[in-house]
């Protein structure tokens, strides 16, 4: 008698044991996913209850399958085969849904509420003066007006240090002439608050302030940080305001120092959004803006030396220059940028004008290092990476006539049609194949002072509607002009390149803001 080649029995132990498995990773898996929806609220309710039914009808289904009666050969390879591959699956899952969680939330740097300022006794690089006690006698040059509450604990810890012996000082009324009398050996030391080194090294004439001189005593003062924002109560119904600024740095740390005191901010934007309408109005203000310094006119400098005095100064000099309310703040750096569009496979702008670039430009090559790259920019579609994308976003010396704009103007342009490329791709369906690499990509680049929950809001009401949104940008024109700068010292009468910015473009911005808050459809071209 032949054999039945399509012998059937009783399902084999292993689909028994795999359907056990399959139930038990559901009801983890379902448990996880409602702990992440229930504690933080990122997927919408719809997802949920998605998720919810597919998880349930797989655990149906092989359990199901697992006690069916004369069960072949074949269909038990089958059932073993996929209900392995199903438990993997939901393993994967569940290890998974708390990595992206933990992603999510490590975005952004914790903004820190107590840091760090340090002043710091500089000498000449070559002076024989190399340590504190070598100070006794010795004439320090200190600021008139500027830190003097700080600069003068520093002088009693200097006195202390020094068993009790005051150090002679002399005053100067600006930054400039201190540092002049300097190199100049008009005065052996000067005693200076660090933030202000990358104003003068931003400055031709002390480009090289910190390689010709040396800190040879630093004293550490304590101090509360401040940001003067105010959060709306619902982020996902009310319009609000979000500063954005730049940091002209590959160092992430440099973010957000602790002290407070940042590093210039090259990039100015005001972001106002209203989640209502799906508006929103990028305006750009150039880096170099002469504005006063907390609203103050006796402080006239550049805006990109606002964030030298602190992160609050930055936000309150911004909101009465624009006379608007900002309800959060953004700090990125250069690799920020770099990695988030690299994430998203990089971006497709329209080029409405040729140039190169003209600045010694270093990027990170595929093993992190950096290295010289010149870039050319024809006319018409481009495809950018995130090195290119940076390129084009720094360049502000190629100017073209043609085009009939600045260098500030042009690279203003330059980073509002970035940052909206950026937002049409994170808004968009396609940013699902990229969401691992972006949360990879973007973890710890950001400082913001926007909470997690406010975070979550806003991905949990895009995956609910995965709404377009009609995005317009504005940056503020104006022309270059030789002014004084409140930082470096305007008492010494020495000037510096500024941009005086066109008065009716700043109310034509303030318009437009209103009216996007408003709730006013608005179409820029």
């Known amino acids: 008698?032949?054999?039945?080649?399509?012998?059937?029995?009783?399902?084999?132990?292993?689909?028994?044991?795999?359907?056990?498995?399959?139930a038990i990773g559901t009801m983890v898996a379902s448990y996880m996913v409602f702990k992440l929806v229930s504690g933080i609220g990122v997927l919408p309710k719809k997802y949920i209850d998605i998720t919810m039914y597919v998880l349930i009808g797989i655990n149906v289904f092989f359990s199901i399958f697992a006690f069916l009666p004369n069960v072949n050969n074949l269909n038990k390879i089958l059932q073993i085969l996929f209900e392995g591959i199903i438990c993997a699956a939901l393993v994967v899952g569940i290890i998974k849904i708390p990595e992206y969680q933990g992603r999510i939330e490590r975005i952004f740097t914790n903004?820190?509420?107590?840091?760090?300022?340090?002043?710091?006794?500089?000498?000449?690089?070559?002076?024989?003066?190399?340590?504190?006690?070598?100070?006794?006698?010795?004439?320090?040059?200190?600021?008139?007006?500027?830190?003097?509450?700080?600069?003068?604990?520093?002088?009693?810890?200097?006195?202390?240090?020094?068993?009790?012996?005051?150090?002679?000082?002399?005053e100067y009324?600006?930054?400039y002439t201190a540092v002049e009398d300097l190199y100049n050996g008009n005065v052996k030391a000067i005693l200076l608050n660090e933030s202000y080194e990358t104003i003068l090294t931003g400055n031709n004439d002390?480009?090289?302030?910190?390689?010709?001189?040396?800190k040879i005593y630093t004293i550490e003062h304590k101090v509360q940080l401040t940001y003067d924002t105010t959060a709306v109560e619902n982020i996902t119904e009310e319009p609000f305001t979000v500063l954005i600024g730049g940091n002209d740095s590959w160092d992430y740390d440099e973010i957000l120092d602790t002290a407070g005191y940042q590093g210039r901010t090259d990039v100015n934007m005001l972001v106002t959004v209203n989640p209502t309408t799906k508006q929103v109005l990028i305006i750009t203000i150039p880096r170099d803006s002469y504005v006063p310094l907390w609203g103050e006119y006796y402080a006239m400098d550049k805006l990109t030396h606002a964030t030298v005095y602190g992160i609050s100064d930055w936000i309150e000099t911004v909101s009465y220059f624009m006379d608007v309310d900002i309800n959060y703040f953004v700090r990125l750096n250069f690799a920020s940028l770099i990695n988030v569009v690299d994430a998203l496979g990089g971006i497709d702008i329209y080029n409405p004008y040729y140039f190169e670039t003209t600045f010694e430009n270093y990027v990170p090559d595929e093993n992190g290092n950096h290295v010289y790259r010149e870039y050319t920019f024809e006319v018409g579609d481009l495809h950018l990476d995130g090195a290119a994308a940076l390129t084009y976003c720094r360049e502000r010396k190629y100017y073209n006539e043609e085009a009939g704009v600045t260098g500030?103007?042009?690279?203003?342009?330059?980073?509002?049609?970035?940052?909206?490329?950026?937002?049409?791709?994170?808004?968009?369906?396609?940013?699902?194949?990229?969401?691992?690499?972006?949360?990879k990509a973007v973890e710890g680049t950001f400082a913001t002072d926007l909470n997690i929950n406010q975070i979550y809001a806003l991905v949990q009401m895009q995956l609910?509607?995965?709404?377009?949104?009609?995005?317009?940008?504005?940056?503020?024109?104006?022309?270059?002009?030789?002014?004084?700068?409140?930082?470096?010292?305007?008492?010494?009468?020495?000037?510096?390149?500024?941009f005086i910015v066109d008065s009716s473009d700043v109310n034509k911005a303030q318009s437009l803001i209103d009216q996007v808050i408003a709730g006013q459809i608005i179409t820029l071209e």
């Open 464 to 498: 609910d509607d995965m709404a377009t949104w009609n995005i317009n940008q504005f940056g503020l024109s104006g022309y270059a002009d030789m002014r004084t700068s409140y930082a470096m010292g305007a008492a010494s009468g020495q000037l510096y390149s500024v």
């Open 173 to 175: 009324e600006d930054l």
């Open 111 to 170: 903004v820190p509420e107590e840091g760090t300022l340090n002043f710091s006794v500089y000498t000449l690089a070559d002076s024989n003066l190399d340590d504190v006690s070598d100070l006794n006698g010795v004439e320090i040059g200190i600021q008139q007006k500027l830190d003097t509450e700080y600069q003068g604990y520093s002088l009693k810890v200097i006195t202390k240090e020094l068993d009790g012996n005051e150090v002679p000082t002399k």
């Open 408 to 439: 500030d103007e042009m690279r203003n342009q330059h980073q509002a049609m970035v940052l909206k490329e950026i937002i049409n791709k994170v808004t968009s369906v396609s940013v699902i194949t990229h969401v691992t690499d972006l949360l």
């Open 206 to 214: 002390f480009e090289d302030f910190k390689t010709r001189t040396k």
């Open 1 to 22: 008698m032949a054999k039945n080649k399509n012998k059937r029995g009783k399902p084999s132990i292993f689909v028994y044991i795999l359907a056990v498995l399959v």
